[in-house]
C-alpha cells in the first residue's frame, strides 16, 4: 500500500515548535521510525506551508490513502476540504495536539467531513495509529 502523508504549515518545524505541544521529534526522525515498522507500505511525505501546493500533490493521485495533517489550514481552508472529498481513496486527518483542548478557532475542522477519520491529541503517534487503520 502506497501511503502518502501530508503535512499543512508550520509542521516543517516540528521537533523545535512549541514542544509542550508538538513534542521535540522532527518529522524526517519521525518518518523513518515509521518506515521500519511499516516495511510492507510505501510510505511517501510532502509537507508545504503553501496551500495550493498541498492541493496539487493531492491531486497527483499517486498513493493508495492519504494521513493528512492540515495544520491551521483544518481550520478555514473550503478549498482542501474540496480536495479530499474529491479523492475517493481512505482518507484519515491527524493532529498532534488535541484540538479540543486548544483555543476555540482550533476546535473546528472544516476538512474532517471530508475524510474517513479524525485521531487528535495521541501525538506523533497519530501518523502510525492513522496508517495502522488503513486498510
Known amino acids: ?3 502518502l502523508i501530508i503535512n499543512g504549515p508550520n509542521l516543517n518545524l516540528l521537533g523545535t515548535r512549541e514542544p509542550e505541544i508538538y513534542g521535540n521529534i522532527s518529522m524526517e526522525t519521525y518518518l523513518e521510525n515509521l518506515k521500519s515498522e511499516f516495511q510492507t507500505h510505501e510510505l511517501g511525505y510532502y509537507q508545504s506551508n503553501i496551500e495550493g501546493e498541498l492541493i496539487n500533490r493531492l491531486q497527483e493521485d499517486d498513493f493508495d490513502a492519504v494521513v493528512i495533517n492540515p495544520g491551521a489550514f ?10 479530499l472529498k474529491n ?3 481512505p482518507k484519515v486527518e491527524v493532529h498532534i495536539s488535541n484540538i479540543y483542548k486548544r483555543e476555540e478557532f482550533r476546535q473546528k475542522s472544516v476538512t474532517a467531513a471530508n475524510t474517513d477519520a479524525v485521531l487528535s491529541g495521541f501525538g506523533m503517534d497519530g501518523y502510525r495509529l492513522a496508517i495502522l487503520s488503513l486498510k
Not at 483544518?74 to 480536495?83: G, L, M, V
Open 1 to 3: 500500500m502506497k501511503v
Open 74 to 83: 483544518t481550520h478555514y481552508s473550503y478549498a482542501i476540504a474540496d480536495c
Open 87 to 89: 479523492i475517493q481513496k
